[in-house]
């Protein structure tokens, strides 16, 4: 059954509520690998073997705002750095005897399905007063990733508004994926709203100011969320409470010391680039004033930019490497002449 589900297109890949049921063992406890405010997240296993997340909503009651508008968004983000949909599962509710009655109880299942992601959340690799524990090449890989996502997000109009360590999600090979769109928006792109006042939703620490404040929503939201991403992920959640007292010189100084410490010497002569621009990039997301803050694009520039500076350091270091070796061949060629001639000269030379 679930393999000719498994050809279907993303929209029409509908699952039955019993299958779901039978693979999580009636969503037995012992299934559960992750819960959040609004929903708790299963593992199960298809009939092909794939792996898969069932996250099934929490909340009650017949309103199916939120399962339509994560539902809609993440049909349409199709990226390698977004959580990959599968599929759905939508059951109304069902006949229950009521006074010797049978009455439809309405009280509907959602459930949405994505591809299991070994690695658990970035979260799980974060503490409090220690960087990520994870050495730099594979924080640099999660903070290209979660960019490069991101800036595929703002492209078709969406915007997260809820990115936080424990919505990026990694893989076998550490590569991070953007997941749960459960308060995310489509909005054209450098379009502000304001939403009703009072009803803050987010996650305190990665809501910008200007939400909290005026409940402005605009692309900028997520930028501020992304600078809290990487300063935790470089200098611990502690650093990144205190970092808006610290002037921001002396905050970029302690961060590349933290990662100097951390790094092989003979590696960090070009990581040291890496750092410094990541943290820069951080804190200039996080300025109280969302004009202030750069834009996923620029973001992405900036990083591709050290790349292709390193590149060229390194086919420098290779022509210099080159032409050494060439001076080398000349010096022993005309040594060889040399001590040829002399050889010749001195009588000795024998045909
Ligand atoms: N595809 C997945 N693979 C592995 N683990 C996952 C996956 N999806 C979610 N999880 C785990 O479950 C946790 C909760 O998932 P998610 O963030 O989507 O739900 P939520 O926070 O309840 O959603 P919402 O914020 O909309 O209420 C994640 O932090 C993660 O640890
Ligand atoms: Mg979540």
Known sequence: MASNLQNKSPLTREF?????????????????????????????????????????????GTEDTKFADEFNNIVRARHQNIVQYVGYCYHPGRWIEHN??????????????????????LGRHLSEEQPCGLDWQTCYKIIRGVCAGLKYLHSVDIYHLDLKPANILL???????????????????????????????????????????????????????LGAILIQIMAGRKNYCDC???PSEN???????????????????????????????ALRCLEYDRHK??????????????DIEDIVDELDRIDIDISSVRDEAI???????????????SGKYLH
Request: one cysteine or more; charged letters at 25%.
């Open 171 to 225: 893989d076998n090979n550490m590569m991070p994926k953007i997941g749960d769109f459960g308060i995310s928006r489509v909005l054209p792109s450098s379009k502000t709203i304001t939403t009703k006042p009072g009803t803050l939703i987010g996650t305190m620490g990665f809501m910008p100011p200007e939400y909290i404040d005026k409940q402005e929503i605009s692309s900028k939201y997520d930028m501020f969320s």
């Open 244 to 246: 808006g007292s610290v």
């Open 293 to 306: 803050r750069p834009t996923i694009r620029e973001v992405v520039d900036e990083l591709n930019r050290i």
């Open 100 to 121: 010797q009655q049978y009455v439809f109880g309405h009280e509907p299942t959602r459930i949405l399905c994505f591809e299991y992601l070994h690695g658990g959340d």
């Open 251 to 281: 905050f970029i100084d302690l961060v590349c010391e933290i990662w100097r410490k951390k790094v092989h010497p003979a590696m960090w002569s070009h990581t040291w680039k890496e750092v410094k621009a990541c943290i820069r990039i």
């Open 331 to 345: 010096n022993l060629q005309s040594r060889v002449a040399l001590a040829y001639n002399h050889y010749k000269n």
């Open 16 to 60: 039955p509520l019993e299958f779901l049921q039978s693979i999580t063992n009636n969503f037995s406890e012992d299934r559960i690998i992750g819960e959040g405010g609004f929903a708790v997240v299963y593992k199960g296993v298809l009939d092909n073997g794939e792996e898969i997340a069932l996250k099934k909503l929490t909340h009650t």
